[in-house]
């Protein structure tokens, strides 16, 4: 690649963490009631205008998809539940991205449901008005 170019920039982030009283499968069982997770068919439907009106009436948040981190801590012999799930609207992810296609790296937001070593349950995230701060910075210099 001797021809690319590249920049970093150094950006803060909030990062959010959320600790519950509750299971770990309690609080899974109420973000899938917060948040269902959109029918990945709805990408192909091949007729915008359709597609379009099924967005809308989504909900206001649902999972686009989900990484089970508890299944590769296992692998080094933990047993941990851990699941990462990807989070958002996609109406506005597609609004971000159709503006500057590198909010694509945070549309929708990468939440993780974690277990700790003693039971405790907690959720995290990084507050999505941080990392998109960053592309501000980029579409004013443009």
């Known amino acids: 690649m001797a021809n690319a170019r590249y920049s970093t920039r150094v950006i803060p982030v909030e990062h959010v963490t959320i600790r519950s009283t509750k299971s770990f499968e309690d609080v899974r069982a109420k973000l899938a009631t917060l948040a269902p997770r959109i029918d990945d068919g ?6 915008s205008t359709r597609a379009f009106r099924e967005l809308e009436a989504c909900p206001p948040l649902t ?12 692998i080094a012999g933990l047993t941990r539940r851990s699941i990462q799930f990807d989070i958002g609207n ?29 039971g405790g349950v907690a959720f995290e995230y990084d507050r999505p008005a941080s990392v998109s701060a960053s592309f501000a910075a980029i579409m004013s210099m443009q």
Do not use: N, W
């Open 90 to 118: 996609p109406l506005t992810a597609s609004k971000m991205t159709r503006h500057q296609s590198s909010a694509g790296l945070y549309a929708p937001i990468s939440v993780l449901l974690r277990e700790d070593d003693d």
């Open 63 to 74: 999972i686009f998809g989900q990484r089970d981190h508890g299944a590769l801590l296992a």
């Open 42 to 47: 709805i990408f192909t439907l091949g007729e």
